[in-house]
């Protein structure tokens, strides 16, 4: 089978996504097909085992695979990570919270350490250091998702990952930073029941918060965070919105003050902050 009759056969086979076109050229780029050997080499004979292959990754899209976990890439804040089913795939809205810690890190003229908590992929960790060319710390609670974020870091930054495995604070400590950061699970399970077959494909213990508001998780990350930020320290944390109003009155009650709010790329609130003074 030439490439270019692959391709087609990949197309009808996605016909009912969105951008079939597009959605066959990722595949073809995956298996290392280049964009350029998609047009200039339509005629080139595709091994068995490649058309095979691609056969099968189109029909797992078709089924509602992400596109991501089928590359095991995603980009990220100019940064291509590893991703697969072990973790969240890492979500342009995300790149906001990641803008506004490296903004405040900057403005602050802070010095101190910086935590990533509820890591996953690693991403938001991977992206501040990256700009910064400073370390940042990072924890999740999952074996598999720590890997993976220690992978994304040390591959992409060329530093020796600063990571711990544990629930939230736990492996941490008398550790203080002078900027946490954290996109912890808050979708409440009546939320999750209408996300999209595709984020049902994402590990559901990084998604649901199994509290009625979505707040259990949060409300940890707040009460403990006092214990672990420097003074005048900046708490990040990117939820619902919601969540936002609840969320704020959380960090009142426990000290904070600046409090400000960030909005996603479609307009909705999606990350707050606040200073804690001690």
């Known amino acids: 089978m030439t490439l270019f009759e692959l391709k087609r056969e990949i197309v009808k086979l996605l016909s009912s996504l969105e951008d079939p076109y597009l959605e066959a050229r990722v595949l073809l780029n995956s298996l290392g097909f280049s964009s350029l050997d998609q047009i200039t080499k339509k005629e080139l004979d595709v091994p068995e085992d490649k058309v095979g292959l691609a056969l099968k990754k189109a029909q797992e899209r078709r089924d509602g695979r992400p596109m991501a976990y089928i590359t095991n890439e995603k980009e ?24 506004k810690a490296i903004t405040l890190y900057k403005e602050k003229n802070y010095k101190g350490n910086i935590l990533d908590l509820c890591t996953g992929s690693g991403a938001i960790a991977t992206a501040i250091s990256y700009t910064l060319n400073k370390d940042v710390f990072f924890s999740d609670i999952s074996p598999s998702a720590l890997d993976i974020a220690i992978r994304n870091y040390e591959n992409l930054t060329k530093k020796k990952a600063n990571a711990r495995l544990g629930d939230l604070f736990e492996p941490w400590d008398d550790a203080k930073f ?101």
């Open 76 to 99: 990220f804040y100019g940064l291509s990570f590893y991703v697969d089913e072990n973790v969240l795939i890492p979500r342009p809205d995300t790149e906001i919270i990641v803008e």
């Open 178 to 278: 002078s900027l946490i950061a954290t996109n912890p699970p808050y979708l409440t399970p009546s939320w999750y029941e209408s996300v999209s077959k595709e984020v049902k494909k994402e590990p559901v213990n990084a998604l649901i918060n199994c509290g009625d508001d979505g707040l259990d998780i949060i409300k940890k990350i707040i009460s403990s965070s006092v214990n672990h930020l420097e003074k005048n320290g900046t708490l990040l944390i990117e939820c619902d919105y919601r969540q936002i109003k609840d969320v704020s009155l959380l960090l009142r009650e426990s000290g904070f003050s600046s409090i400000g709010v960030e909005k996603d790329l479609g307009g909705r609130d999606r990350v707050i902050y606040g200073e804690y003074k001690d």
